[in-house]
Antibody, heavy 121, light 108 residues
Framework: QLQLRESGPGLVKPSETLSLSCSVS??????????WDWIRQPPGKGPEWIGS???????YYSPSLKSRVTISVDTSKKQFSLKLTSMTAADTAVYYC?????????????WGQGTAVTVSS | SSELTQDPAVSVALGQTVRITCQGD??????ASWYQQKPGQAPTLVIY???NRPSGIPDRFSGSSSGNTASLTVTGAQAEDEAVYYC???????????FGGGTKLTVL
């Protein structure tokens, strides 16, 4: 059974860059008909899609975050990663990675447990 | 627009039927999916591509759509169905994913 696990710092200072990784186990990340997504959820609010990557490297980013986001994939490590620059308090959230089947409009069928990130000095 | 609108809260008596709606212009072109989220947990997909149920999701959950509105129906709501439900879909461009603000379902 496919499992996703996020890893990274729980605390980031304002103006710094957040770097998170998502490890994929129990399945393949390459050659597979899926996009791999990052989503975040601020405290008490709904989820916000950050972006998607295909193992080929094709990416899509949220228009509101595009200038600050980079998503990359390392198929040899079965990981995909998120970098978000110029962090502010508004970026405090639980960050999730998820699997997103190709051909499905928006369905994310497997989620990681999430990792809480706080932006504070 | 590229927004999905949900009622903030709905309630249902135990064993009764409730419908949760999601409105947005992009729903005229793209399917909605639905997620259940309980406190402290990641969202769980309960309906995808308008009306399909992932394996393991009880058949009391069903989805439908008409015009710019997608709906999630829970037929015979159970206590364990109390949660926040989110819809998501594509924006008008089709290149980006958007989420609704969520509906808190209370089972009385």
């Amino acid at each position: 059974q496919l499992q996703l696990r996020e890893s990274g710092p729980g605390l980031v200072k304002p103006s710094e860059t957040l770097s998170l990784s998502c490890s994929v186990s129990g399945g393949s990340i390459s050659g597979s008909p899926y996009y791999w997504d990052w989503i975040r959820q601020p405290p008490g609010k709904g989820p916000e899609w950050i972006g998607s990557i295909h193992y080929s490297g094709n990416t899509y980013y949220s228009p509101s975050l595009k200038s600050r986001v980079t998503i990359s994939v390392d198929t040899s490590k079965k990981q995909f990663s998120l970098k978000l620059t110029s962090m502010t308090a508004a970026d405090t959230a639980v960050y999730y990675c998820a699997r997103h089947p190709l051909g499905s409009g928006s369905a994310m069928d497997v989620w990681g447990q999430g990792t809480a990130v706080t932006v504070s000095s | 627009s590229s927004e999905l609108t949900q009622d903030p809260a709905v309630s249902v008596a135990l064993g009764q039927t409730v419908r949760i709606t999601c409105q947005g212009d992009s729903l005229r072109s793209y399917f909605a999916s639905w997620y259940q989220q309980k406190p402290g947990q990641a969202p769980t997909l309960v309906i995808y591509d308008e009306k399909n149920r992932p394996s393991g999701i009880p058949d009391r959950f069903s989805g439908s759509s008409s015009g710019n509105t997608a709906s999630l129906t829970v037929t015979g709501a159970q206590a364990e169905d109390e949660a926040v439900y989110y819809c998501n879909s594509r924006d008008i461009s089709g290149d980006h994913v958007i989420f609704g603000g969520g509906t808190k379902l209370t089972v009385l």
